[in-house]
């Protein structure tokens, strides 16, 4: 079975600092993966998604994700975090093809962003 | 463009009650879907609907029914509301069965008491 595990549940980050979010996945076969962002009171929106190709990959508001197969590993990133980055953060895998579409979707990463 | 439109954006029930959370979106995505989502547990897939007259169960499918008589409508029905239901439920639907990133509703907050 498919899984997703986001070992950080809150981070606390100064503005203007690096981050760094982790998302480790088990999955069977080539995995299709996704970082999404909620803000408070809204749905997720899609930050990157990566299935194949360049294993870094760009996403939007100057995040990226960096694939690593031999770690089942699929990192956020971003050089310099803004006040507005302040929102919950998802990992989450899918197959490819077929498997019913079925995304599973990491229990989330609370950021916290100090000014 | 609205998107992925969910009603209501609250509601509180109590036990045994029965209700319909809607959703729909104007953008002709074959595929939609429901999930919940609870602290420490992420989201949650309830159900999937691949196109109009085809519904298939997610991971937590107990408790609800769902039926696809339109591309744009894909309603979640709650038959007798348990306060293990206390949950926001979020739509998400996306052009069709390959995937492509899921496009989200900004939930629906139930409380059931």
């Known amino acids: 079975a498919q899984s997703v595990t986001q070992p950080d549940i809150h981070i606390t980050v100064s503005e203007g600092a690096s981050l760094e979010l982790r998302c480790n996945y088990s999955y069977g076969a080539t995995p299709y993966l996704f970082w999404y962002v909620q803000s408070p009171g809204q749905g997720l929106q899609l930050l990157l998604k990566y299935f194949s190709g360049d294993t870094l990959v760009q996403g939007i508001k100057g995040f990226e994700a960096e694939f690593k197969r031999s770690q089942s590993s699929f990192n956020l990133r971003k050089p310099s975090v803004h006040w507005s980055d302040a929102a919950e953060y998802f990992c989450?895998?899918?197959?490819?093809?077929?498997?019913?579409?079925?995304?599973?979707f990491g229990t989330g990463t609370q950021l916290k962003v100090e000014l | 463009n609205a998107g992925v439109t969910q009603t209501p954006k609250f509601q509180v029930l109590k036990t045994g009650q029965s209700m319909t959370l809607q959703c729909a979106q104007d953008?002709?995505?074959?595929?939609m879907s429901w999930y919940r989502q609870d602290p420490g547990m992420g989201l949650r897939l309830i159900h999937y609907s691949v196109g109009a007259g085809i519904t298939d169960q997610g991971e937590v499918p107990n408790g609800y029914n769902v039926s696809r008589s339109t591309t744009e409508d894909f309603p979640l029905r709650l038959l007798s509301a348990a306060p293990s239901q206390t949950s926001v439920y979020f739509c998400?639907?996306?052009?069709?069965?390959?995937?492509?990133?899921?496009?989200f509703g900004n939930g629906t907050r139930l409380t059931v008491t």
């Open positions: 953008m002709n995505h074959e595929y």
């Open positions: 998400a639907s996306k052009p069709d069965g390959s995937n492509s990133p899921l496009h």
């Open positions: 989450a895998v899918g197959p490819v093809t077929g498997g019913g579409n079925k995304l599973t």
